[in-house]
């Protein structure tokens, strides 16, 4: 039986199924494209202001923007059409090439900066295997020298230290003018540079000595590498 409401309804599902179309909205938005100067007459020029330039209605001044069958024709169907396949088919080819290239190029990147990374880790194992090997036959080398033999790399390393040579000569003075190893205050004698250099490099031992004892707070002792550092400088 025929029904108002059941054909409202019906209308209602084909328009939804239209919109929801994405043909079918590509052809509108086309249409509207094509025929902008048509919609817009429509819309928002006047009746009157039509028939007081053209002498003519509304309808009569958009027929007129198609004079010819074929004008209609492209304007009306097949431009429409021809923008629809467009937005339909070839701009999501368009799109999915796009994105496969541009994962591709991501994805390119990604491995050019692993594999710099591992040429890097692997430039830093190799200098480091590099070291290791050094120190290594370093170590075997110095382990074969005697004590004189390891005292004699270590003048050859430190006798341009800018102190070296004060500092010895002051360590000889003392040595060999005085004849005495033991109870001078080498604070008194060397400055805080010199004694430091002398104390780390083992020349010196230096004594902290009792403070209820009588005489300096601290003494020194020269070692015998520091014997043999004052006969090579001599």
Not at 25 to 36: D, E, G, Q, T
Not at 197 to 223: A, C, R, W
């Amino acid at each position: 039986m025929f029904s108002v409401e059941s054909t409202l309804e019906d209308l209602k599902n084909m328009f939804a199924g239209r919109v929801k179309s994405v043909f079918w909205v590509s052809f509108l938005i086309s249409w509207v494209i094509a025929n902008w100067s048509a919609v817009y007459t429509t819309i928002f020029v006047e009746q009157a202001l039509i028939l007081e330039l053209r002498k003519m209605t509304k309808v009569e001044y958009i027929i007129s923007f198609y004079p010819t069958y074929l004008e209609r024709a492209i304007y009306l169907g097949i431009a429409p059409l021809l923008g629809s396949f467009i937005c339909v088919y070839f701009v999501p080819k368009v799109d999915r090439e796009y994105s496969n290239w541009h994962s591709q190029s991501k994805n390119n990147k990604e491995l050019d900066r692993l594999s710099d990374a591992k040429k890097h880790e692997e430039k830093k194992k190799e200098i480091l295997s590099g070291i290791a090997k050094v120190t290594k036959e370093s170590k075997e080398i110095s382990s074969e020298l005697n004590d004189e033999e390891k005292w004699d790399l270590e003048f050859e390393k430190n006798k341009d230290f800018i102190f070296f040579e004060e500092a010895l000569t002051k360590l000889g003075h003392n040595y060999y003018s005085k004849r005495r190893i033991r109870g001078e205050n080498p604070y008194d004698i060397f400055n805080p540079k010199e004694l430091l250099f002398l104390d780390t490099n083992e020349l010196i031992k230096i004594f902290e000595n009792d403070q209820m004892s009588p005489g300096p707070n601290y003494t020194y002792e020269i070692t015998k590498k520091g014997k043999y550092f004052l006969m090579k400088t001599s």
